[in-house]
């Protein structure tokens, strides 16, 4: 009995040494995981705060780009005659309509102006082509008559030159 109560002892014993040195190695692990993840936490937190700095300068610049639209807005309302500025008042679906209208009427006057310039350019481009095709027909003339000039000259004479 007496040496089964030593060999107890000694397995607690042994548990008991396992246990003071496995018990720091998972404190360790454990307080490098929580470092780990509060150094990730701190990185989130410090690109959370960055894109909500930069949502909040993006704010301020949309408020001082509205603020500026209203003053001109209400300067162009100052400028207008009395007699523009009822129909300035006229209901916004009847204002847009006819701004778009204006501007429908803007933008086929471009595409006709676009549409004018590429025509004018594609005949400049036609007639530049044209002009060389010409020189070079002219240049294949002119080689093939200096090849049969060379060839009815006799030996002697183009040895001179």
């Known amino acids: 009995m007496l040496g ?9 014993l042994t548990l008991l040494a396992i246990l003071l040195w496995f018990l720091p190695y998972l404190l360790q692990q454990q307080a490098q995981q929580q470092a780990r993840e509060a150094t990730h936490l701190r990185a989130l937190i410090a690109e959370i705060m960055h894109e909500q700095e930069a949502s909040t300068v993006r704010h301020m610049q949309l408020g001082a780009s509205v603020a500026y639209l ?28 006819a701004a778009l209208e204006r501007i429908e009427h803007r933008l086929s006057s471009l595409q006709h102006q676009v549409a ?3 025509h004018v350019y594609h005949s400049h481009a036609r007639s530049d082509t044209e002009a060389w095709l010409y020189l070079l027909d002219l240049l294949v003339a002119m080689q ?17 030159r």
């Open 4 to 12: 089964l109560f030593v060999a107890l002892g000694i397995a607690i």
């Open 70 to 97: 209203q003053d001109q807005l209400d300067q162009l309302n100052t400028r207008i005659p009395e007699p523009q500025r009822v129909t300035a008042r006229m209901p916004v679906g009847l204002l847009e309509t």
């Open 116 to 118: 004018q310039q590429q």
């Open 144 to 160: 093939t008559q200096i090849k049969t000039l060379s060839e009815q000259l006799p030996p002697h004479t183009a040895n001179q």
